[in-house]
Structures are given as C-alpha cells and as structure tokens.
C-alpha cells in the first residue's frame, strides 16, 4: 500500500509548490511540448508554445490539489500535438512536469501555427493521498 498523507500537509506541499512557480521577479511560464516526456526535469523535446501565468499563478490549495488562475491565450508560431507540459518560474527554475490530457486541459492539444491556444484548465494533485 502506498504512503497516506493528511490533506493539510498534502495542502502545504501544494502551496509550496505554487509559492515556487511564484519565485521569480515575474510570472511563472507554462511551456507546452510534443513527443515523448522525458524523465523529471529532463532535457525537453520540441517546444510547441510558452504561456505566462497570472502574476499569482494559483489559488489556495485544496484537498491536496491547486488550481491556477487565468492563463493569457497566445498565438503558436509552431504546429503539433502537445503532450506534455514543464512548468518554471521567471528565472527559468524547473518546477514541475505533467502530462496534457490529465493535469492540463487545451482548448485542442492538437496546436498550428498562427492558432490561439487556451488553456481550458491547469489542476495540479498531490499523489500522496
């Protein structure tokens, strides 16, 4: 059985986390790739579309999850299928991974160049549950 983590801690560890997409002197920066993710932090794949995050990028955590704020929409200058995502904050400091589908909803992950890309929802759960 895996390990079990009272939400309160699951909660601080969420805000931790959205404390260090914040870290920054900016916005943190939400970055959407194509082709297979690499391991944790690794070297990236092909780099579809950069998105800004509000000044604050998350809300309040809850029941060991976070949710974020408005994403501005931004043009893509690139085509293909995003897969997965790396988020960082201004400095370029790795944050977190996740994959498109599950942690981060598109308006179509299917990307061409010139299209808006919205992000419908960004939801980040701790799996310590």
Same mark, same amino acid.
């Given at each position: 059985?895996?390990?079990?983590?009272?939400?309160?801690? #699951?909660?601080?560890?969420?805000?931790?986390?959205?404390?260090?997409?914040?870290?920054?002197?900016?916005?943190?920066?939400? #970055? =959407?790739?194509?082709?297979?993710?690499?391991?944790?932090?690794?070297?990236? $794949?092909?780099? =579809?579309?950069?998105?800004?995050?509000?000044?604050?990028?998350?809300?309040?955590?809850?029941?060991?999850?976070?949710?974020?704020?408005?994403?501005?929409?931004?043009? !893509?200058?690139?085509?293909?299928?995003?897969?997965?995502? #790396?988020?960082?904050?201004?400095?370029?400091?790795?944050?977190?991974?996740?994959?498109?589908?599950?942690?981060?909803? =598109?308006?179509?992950? &299917?990307?061409? !160049?010139?299209?808006?890309?919205?992000? $419908? !929802? &960004?939801?980040? $759960?701790?799996?310590?549950?």
């Amino acid at each position: 059985m895996a390990l079990g983590v009272a939400t309160a801690v #699951r909660n601080t560890k969420m805000g931790k986390m959205a404390d260090a997409v914040d870290a920054g002197a900016g916005a943190g920066l939400l #970055r =959407l790739y194509d082709g297979t993710r690499p391991i944790t932090g690794g070297s990236v $794949t092909n780099l =579809l579309v950069e998105l800004t995050f509000s000044t604050t990028s998350f809300g309040s955590p809850s029941s060991g999850a976070i949710a974020a704020n408005a994403i501005a929409a931004v043009l !893509s200058s690139l085509s293909g299928t995003a897969t997965w995502f #790396r988020i960082v904050d201004s400095a370029n400091t790795f944050v977190c991974d996740g994959e498109v589908g599950t942690d981060l909803v =598109l308006n179509n992950a &299917v990307i061409a !160049s010139g299209v808006l890309v919205e992000i $419908t !929802s &960004v939801v980040l $759960t701790d799996g310590d549950s």
